[in-house]
């Protein structure tokens, strides 16, 4: 959750968060290179599922336009974006987080020039306050973010009616349910972490309740040097995320699957759920265009009443500072802003719009993460407020060293705290 970056629109979260809004796998739409073609764009994206329509929409809306894209997965995405505008080979536009939460960052992209300043877009000054924090750099508006993500468990109605078990409400319920469901051949969720953008989004889901629910200050506190990840209530996250574990809530080496094969698993009822963001609704009904799923907080206490969810600017976009076609690329970014590409970005993604009157018809899948982002029962994607990318890069090796039991839930969190330290 390079998420995965709120409160009720809280810039920080997930993901997804991450995290982290994310995609799998690697398609790519071949056609020209754009090389200031003034009717040829380049874009990269991780929207995979969903940037297709929006794309096939702008097409529509400016016939002889011809957008050639790319879409990958978020950490092959972060590894490559940064060394592509380095070198003059970026797209015009490219898939942007909202904060400082990982290397594809609005802060990170901006201090060194790389994205065009969008302050000038009508749409910019429209973004309520908290997503301008995040889409900003040095007051600066670098990134255009069109749809509010949350994280939390998602349950595939069918499989979860025929398992005989009902969604658990409370932490005590969860691991009963995860045991329950194990000893019926069904795991409750998938939990694809060889790609390590995922290990994040289980972890932020336990911390919204878990940390900030007795403390919403917790992050001024964390900058203010008041308190540390090691000496925290993300010891109680952690250790809850390794009771799961333990407990069988996922299913047979997560190391082992990749988030794409664990959408599978979720879509097809190999699981009965998947802990992920909303995001992800979109990419299980492609698998199953029939099924039917539904996402609720995960259980971290046995007090409903004090759950909190993680919700957040998701992954927006940006322009190339040098993009090769920058006044076609900057019709492309006010096209994702405006009701109607909003309108289809969003109910396409299963996202909520961050602009109103957008039109958006919200999917009924999400109805509690609705209430809770009404009820400001929210909090931003943990990464997003963090100083530097590094912070959640050692997070995320780490969580997979300690389900290769290569290390522990202490040392995770010590190290992150030398990062955190170590500012911007």
Sequence with gaps: MNIRRLTPLVAALTAVTLAAACSSGTNANSGADGGGDNKTLTLASVDQGSIEDVIKAFEAAN??????????????????????????????????????????TTYVLAKPGYLLDLSDQPWAAKLPDSFKTVAQYEGKTYNALFGLNGIGAVYNDEALQKSGLKAPTTWTELLAFCRDAAGKGTPAYALGIQDNWVTQLVLYALAATVVFGPDRDFNTKLAAGQTTFAGSSWTQAMAKYQEMSKAGCFQKNPLGTSYEASQTLAATGKTLGIVQGNWIIS????????????????????????FLMPAAAGAGYGVNAKAKNKELAIKFISYVMSPAGMKVFNEKQGSLPTLPDAGTTVDPGLKELTTFVQGNRTVPFMDQLWPNAKVQQTMLSGLQEVFSNQSTADAVLKDMDTEYQKGE
Excluded: C, E, H
Aim: charged fraction near 15%.
């Design 63 to 104: 016939p002889g336009v011809k957008v050639t894209f790319t879409t990958s997965g978020a950490d092959q995405y972060q590894a490559q974006i940064r060394t592509q505008l380095a070198s003059g080979t970026a797209p015009d536009v490219m898939t942007v987080w909202p904060g400082n939460g990982n290397p594809g």
């Design 283 to 306: 990419l299980l009904k492609q698998k199953n265009p029939s099924g039917k799923f539904t996402m609720t907080a995960l259980p971290a206490t046995d007090d409903p009443a004090a």
